[in-house]
Structures are given as C-alpha cells and as structure tokens.
C-alpha cells in the first residue's frame, strides 16, 4: 500500500543534542513538508521541497534542517539550537503537478525533551 | 499574509448535527480543506471543495463555501461518537502550500 511512514512514533532528546526524525513515502510525490504542532494549536511549517535537491524554510525553520536528496525521503534534524523541541511533528506529500493537490500526512514523531 | 481561523471548540449530542467554521483571507485559493485528526495521529483528509463551487455532499458531509464572505462550513449530520476529533480547515496558497487553522475539537456526547 502507498503511504506515508515516519519513524520513531515517539523520541526523546537530551540537551544539547541533535535528533533527526525519518520521513518516507511511496506515493511518488514531488513534494514533502514538516509540520509541527504544540498541544490545542494549529500546524506551523517547518521546511517543505517541493523538487530533489532543493528546500525552503517555512514559518518556524530556526533551530531546524532538512535535507532531499532523494525524492521519497525528507528527514528533519532538530538541533541543539532549538530550545523547545517538545512538540508532535507531522510529514506530508503532494503532488504539486496534478490539478488538486491533496495533502497526505504521516502517523507522526512525539519529540520530548529529557 | 494569509490566515485560516476557526472556533477553538464544540459540543454536540450524539445525533446532533455538528456545523464547524472557518473563514480564510486568501481570495485566491484554488481548493479548501476539511482535515480531521485523531488522538496522537496524523491529518486525514475528510473532504475538499472547488473555490468555484458553493456546496459539496459526501455521505454525512456536507460542505459550504461561501466565497464572497470567505467563510468555509463543514456539517455533520447525525454526529457520532467517533466523530470526537480535532477538524482542520485548510486554504491552499499560490505556492502550493496547505495554510492551516488552528483546528477545532469537537466533542460528542452520549
């Protein structure tokens, strides 16, 4: 089945440490996105790509980096630098070529700090 | 820049019919977005709506857009328990990007 699969379901990070959170889909998107979402609010975007090897930072990128050098897989690292990681972080895809392009979402990555 | 809100939250009956809110800034989009979320999962997309459309109807859905005022509706007819979630309303912008509200909780009771 298509999807979208992010890994761990649940991480903890130590202070000053960097963690990086796993994305991968098989639905042959072009696009991919990081959200991340504090309790009882909305998504704020991370990152997104919308073509291999190119990125651009969305609303809250400090503290954060991605990559995409393949287009199934766009994993996130939230470094040391951001200070409140604790968060649920939520992948997407689309196709951005196609008329209607719905947004498919992961299962989600629980990021606590220790 | 653009903006999505909604009402942070509502109760029902079960039975009840649920009507959700959400009006948007972007007179621009294209498609507009009714997601709904679960305890501790990911957004799963319940149902869309051309922008030049005025009503859309899947099953117990039924979504209004009202483009002049750029207020968006979603109803629930015969609300269930397990309809209890967090339902987001979503614009799309002129990059391809989804903006989001900030959701709103929708609680049913028994």
């Known amino acids: 089945d298509g999807g979208i699969t992010q890994s761990p379901k649940y991480l903890f990070r130590k202070e000053g440490q960097n963690v990086t959170l796993s994305c991968e889909q098989n639905l042959n998107h072009d696009a991919m996105y990081w959200y991340r979402q504090d309790p009882g609010q909305g998504l704020r975007l991370i990152y997104y790509?919308?073509?291999?090897?190119?990125?651009q930072k969305g609303d809250i990128a400090e503290g954060y980096s991605v990559s995409r050098e393949k287009k199934e897989s766009f994993p996130l690292t939230v470094t040391s630098a951001q200070k409140n990681p604790t968060a649920f972080y939520l992948c997407a895809s689309n196709s951005i070529y196609r008329e209607n392009e719905k947004l498919f979402f992961g299962s989600g990555t629980q990021l606590s700090v220790l | 820049g653009e903006d999505v809100e909604q009402s942070l939250f509502l109760s029902v009956r079960e039975g009840d019919s649920s009507v959700i809110n959400c009006t948007y800034t972007?007179?621009?989009?294209?498609?507009l977005y009714w997601y709904k979320q679960e305890p501790g999962a990911g957004l799963q997309l319940l149902t869309y709506?051309?922008?030049?459309?005025d009503m859309k109807q899947d099953q117990r859905l039924t979504v209004l857009l009202n483009k002049k005022d750029k207020h968006l509706s979603l109803r629930i007819a015969d609300t269930q328990t397990g309809d209890s979630a967090i339902y987001f309303c979503?614009?799309?912008?002129?990059?391809?990007?989804?903006?989001f509200g900030s959701g709103t909780r929708l609680l049913v009771r028994p």
């Open positions: 790509s919308q073509i291999v090897n190119d990125f």
């Open positions: 709506i051309f922008s030049n459309m």
């Open positions: 979503a614009e799309m912008d002129s990059s391809y990007k989804l903006i």
């Open positions: 972007d007179s621009s989009s294209t498609y």
